[in-house]
């Protein structure tokens, strides 16, 4: 079975686009909407809200980072990467991986360049994972345990991704229980199996992030709730302890090459 099979490609005047197939017949040009502004949204694509077909969407515009942003800023030499994530997210879904629904990833030409954007079916009431542990306490543990669930799918899948954190989980509370979704998996791909390094790669990064943002983030992980994570990728205990011991050995040579240590004296 063909994950991509679902979405159908559409080409109108300077514009490509992969549409799912239910909603193909209304064209690309909804797609490109106004946004209307996502409350709490993070990223620097200016994320936004948009319904087409009656389906409530959040579409991220494409926008580098880094010195290329500051040049090229949302302007890309293909609709590639769009479609790429688009494919991912369609993978990873039928591997039964919880990500958000893809529904879209469209292109407009300007110029020489594209202009990309994805759209996904938003979630309501979802929040970031860190708002998501500051607005209910009382499901703190519950969430930890969702989190690390939701990320081992993601890699006995085969994810890898440059830039894994805390902010790449919605979070919605189910009762007295939690369900994590994974968004934003810009530059991904799929090798499985993947490997070890790889995987505490990710995981060492996932924990930079919290280093480097906490004085930032509505809620930063306890270390109970961060070896309740690691309980759903490591069973046995002896194994999870001997992972805390060797990513925490890890981030420290991660941030101490990064020169960290240095900018926070």
Not at 86 to 114: K, S, Y
Not at 197 to 218: F, G, P, S
Request: proline fraction near 6%; include cysteine.
């Amino acid at each position: 079975m063909d994950p991509f099979g679902d979405f159908v490609e559409l080409r109108q005047r300077r514009a490509i686009g992969w549409v799912r197939r239910d909603l193909a017949a209304l064209g690309l040009g909804p797609f490109f909407a106004e946004l209307a502004p996502l409350p709490g949204a993070k990223g620097r694509g200016g994320v936004g809200l948009l319904t087409v077909g009656g389906v409530p969407l959040v579409v991220r515009p494409f926008r580098r980072g880094g010195a290329l942003g500051k040049l090229l800023r949302d302007r890309y030499a293909s609709p590639r990467r769009a479609r790429d994530e688009l494919a991912l997210l369609a993978a990873l879904r039928h591997e039964g991986v919880p990500v958000v629904v893809p529904v879209a990833a469209v292109a407009e030409r300007i110029g020489a360049f594209w202009r990309l954007r994805l759209c996904t079916e938003q979630l309501a009431e979802a929040q970031p994972a860190p708002a998501f542990l500051a607005a209910s306490p009382a499901l703190r543990r519950a969430a930890a345990a969702a989190i690390g669930t939701v990320v081992q799918l993601a890699f006995a899948a085969g994810l890898r991704h440059p830039d894994l954190h805390p902010d790449n989980v919605l979070c919605s509370a189910r009762g007295d229980k939690v369900r994590a979704v994974l968004v934003d998996l810009d530059r991904g791909t799929l090798a499985r199996p993947l490997p070890a390094a790889d995987r505490d790669a990710m995981l060492v990064r996932m924990q930079r992030y919290v280093e480097r943002h906490r004085a930032r983030m509505a809620a930063v992980p306890t270390r109970g709730e961060t070896m309740r994570f690691l309980r759903a990728l490591f069973a046995d205990r002896g194994e999870r302890h001997a992972a805390w011991r060797r990513l925490a050995d890890q981030l420290r040579a991660s941030l101490r090459a990064r020169g960290w240590f240095r900018r926070r004296r």
